[in-house]
């Protein structure tokens, strides 16, 4: 599919509404680590990131 801007602007539309944004910052060396982690992993890193998080969260409960 060739790329558009109506397309882009489309999609920038649904992500704004349908996602919230969190901004993540790692120190200098550390997100090329993660992201050739999360592709060993067979997930993008986005997805690496959430499942990390929610795998957490869910440990976490856990201990209450």
Do not use: C, P, W
């Amino acid at each position: 599919m060739a790329y558009t801007q109506a397309g882009n602007k489309a999609v920038q539309k649904y992500s704004k509404k349908a996602y919230d944004q969190i901004l993540f910052r790692v120190k200098k060396g550390e997100a090329e680590k993660i992201k050739v982690h999360a592709k060993s992993m067979g997930e993008s890193l986005n997805g690496f990131i959430s499942r990390a998080v929610n795998e957490t969260m869910e440990k976490d409960k856990g201990g209450e």
